[in-house]
């Protein structure tokens, strides 16, 4: 897989696999997390940073954030997503920089522009002082040359609630009232200073304590492994882990969809606009940005996610569930105490991948054939995908769906204006589709392919899957035995 970040995923893969074999071979002892912070970086010369010392201490919070625990001892915090503030600390604190560009004209129009003192002359070009900018941006746009630039620090600029900033020593905070746990910041960090907390030391001991675990891989499963490898072949490889099996999360979107029908019916008739509930990211910038609507627009409905391993408890109360998946806010949802029966943990791509070479398993071709969704839960994973399994199973129910208009928002900036719509009572659709990655969860933060390479292979595995309906899939399943409400009231 070819990334922006391909150092720092390789740096976080390897530290991840080697955490996992000493929890398989029950040897991860503080000794041996000390021998593998000094066999990655030895010394005496740093690898990548200023010196061995400060490559060390960001390996320890690696190391911590890979056995589930907050990245630093002296500042824990409850996010899933977490700053590794010995890697935090390159950045320009400075909103507005001046370049080498300034030729010190003489007309100095940026300063006449600046109306708070930030701007004054230095030995050899313009000078910003921090303090006292407020980040107009009057000097920028006065500069004749554009010399003057917006230096917007990669993580903040890539969040898409503005939950990001800095303190008094430039290190980058997380404000976790307002964080949704998109994961955007992590992989546009250049410097790998934002992780997750990671579960699989959790997972494993699960497995050796004779637990039966079971994974539930997202519908953006499929393609991110190749043209070849189909769902059937990722359930053997997890079961050759550890697995005692593996269910589509698919199976959950034809459930959600079975069940956001009824509430999209009856809104209809009520005249109230609704939005979907599958993606965690989209439904916490609803609870933190807009509560009213949260409360009054919301789909009551699970995720798929969630659906899921309620299925899975209901056959199996004192299994584990593990979803597997592109998505970062899916672990925040498993932390969410306002889901009732919310699944055990949730891993990315990346994470799996570091269990299975831990254990030196690979996805490889088999003859396993293996399907529970219908190709309208398998194409959640696509934006659309959810408003038009839910318009499936309303025509399956014999609705008419000809009037029903549909506003897809996918991405961070598009959510936020169908939002803002929505409480000032100016949207004109009835329902809207909400996911904050852009592409939908195929395009999601910890996706293991690139989108247009998954998307591609993608296709050509889902022509293989068979013709069924959604309603007539699920009456194979128990859906009277489990909730499929977040609170997890029955009907």
């Given at each position: 897989m070819i990334t922006n970040d391909k150092g720092i995923v390789d740096l976080?893969?390897?530290?991840?696999?080697?955490?996992?074999?000493?929890?398989?071979?029950?040897?991860?002892?503080?000794?041996?997390?000390?021998?593998?912070?000094?066999?990655?970086?030895?010394?005496?010369?740093?690898?990548?940073?200023?010196?061995?010392?400060?490559?060390?201490?960001?390996?320890?919070?690696?190391?911590?954030?890979?056995?589930?625990?907050?990245?630093?001892?002296?500042?824990?915090?409850?996010?899933?997503?977490?700053?590794?503030?010995?890697?935090?600390?390159?950045?320009?604190?400075?909103?507005?920089?001046?370049?080498?560009?300034?030729?010190?004209?003489?007309?100095?129009?940026?300063?006449?522009?600046?109306?708070?003192?930030?701007?004054a002359p230095g030995s050899t070009k313009m000078h910003i002082d921090p303090d006292k900018c407020k980040e107009c941006g009057m000097c920028a746009k006065s500069c004749p040359f554009g010399a003057v630039v917006h230096m917007e620090r990669p993580c903040k600029k890539a969040c898409p609630a503005g939950a990001i900033s800095h303190d008094e020593y430039g290190l980058c905070v997380i404000d976790e009232e307002k964080c949704i746990h998109c994961g955007h910041c992590i992989?546009?960090?250049?410097?790998?200073?934002?992780?997750?907390?990671?579960?699989?030391?959790?997972?494993?001991?699960?497995?050796?304590?004779?637990?039966?675990?079971?994974?539930?891989?997202?519908?953006?499963?499929?393609?991110?492994?190749?043209?070849?490898?189909?769902?059937?072949?990722?359930?053997?490889?997890?079961?050759?882990?550890?697995?005692?099996?593996?269910?589509?999360?698919?199976?959950?979107?034809?459930?959600?969809?079975?069940?956001?029908?009824?509430?999209?019916?009856?809104?209809?008739?009520?005249?109230?606009?609704?939005?979907?509930?599958?993606?965690?990211a989209f439904i916490s910038m609803l609870r933190h940005f807009y509560p009213e609507q949260y409360e009054q627009n919301k789909s009551t409905t699970v995720s798929p996610m969630v659906a899921v391993s309620r299925y899975i408890k209901s056959m199996d109360p004192d299994c584990i569930t593990v979803f597997v998946g592109p998505c970062i806010a899916k672990k925040g949802e498993t932390l969410n105490e306002n889901i009732a029966d919310r699944p055990d943990y949730a891993v990315t791509y990346g994470e799996i991948v570091a269990l299975m070479d831990s254990r030196n398993v690979e996805v490889v071709h088999t003859d396993e054939a293996y399907q529970e969704s219908s190709i309208y839960g398998k194409n959640f994973a696509g934006s659309g995908g959810v408003a038009a399994a839910v318009l499936e199973v309303m025509e399956e129910m014999g609705e008419d769906t000809s009037g029903i208009t549909l506003l897809k928002c996918a991405g961070g900036d598009e959510c936020k204006k169908a939002l803002t719509l929505l409480k000032a009572g100016r949207l004109k659709e009835d329902f809207i589709e909400g996911m904050i990655c852009p592409g939908g969860c195929i395009g999601g933060p910890s996706k293991h392919t690139p989108e247009t390479d998954a998307v591609r292979a993608r296709n050509i595995l889902l022509k293989q899957a068979d013709g069924r309906k959604v309603l007539e899939n699920l009456k194979n399943y128990p859906m009277d035995r489990f909730s499929m409400f977040r609170d997890g009231h029955m009907e």
């Open positions: 976080k893969h390897f530290i991840m696999r080697e955490v996992c074999r000493l929890e398989w071979e029950d040897a991860l002892t503080h000794e041996n997390r000390e021998k593998l912070v000094h066999d990655i970086s030895p010394g005496p010369k740093p690898e990548y940073r200023c010196c061995v010392y400060k490559e060390r201490e960001i390996v320890r919070e690696r190391i911590r954030l890979a056995t589930g625990l907050d990245s630093s001892v002296r500042h824990p915090k409850k996010n899933v997503v977490q700053v590794i503030r010995a890697a935090c600390d390159d950045c320009p604190i400075s909103a507005y920089t001046v370049t080498d560009s300034c030729r010190f004209c003489l007309g100095k129009a940026c300063l006449n522009a600046c109306r708070f003192g930030a701007i992989h546009n960090c250049p410097f790998g200073a934002i992780g997750s907390k990671i579960f699989l030391v959790d997972i494993i001991k699960a497995i050796k304590a004779g637990r039966r675990v079971v994974a539930m891989c997202a519908p953006a499963t499929e393609g991110q492994f190749g043209k070849d490898i189909t769902m059937g072949d990722i359930r053997a490889a997890l079961k050759k882990v550890g697995f005692a099996d593996m269910v589509e999360v698919g199976l959950g979107g034809d459930m959600t969809a079975a069940y956001e029908a009824k509430e999209w019916i009856e809104a209809k008739k009520e005249g109230r606009k609704m939005t979907t509930s599958c993606c965690p």
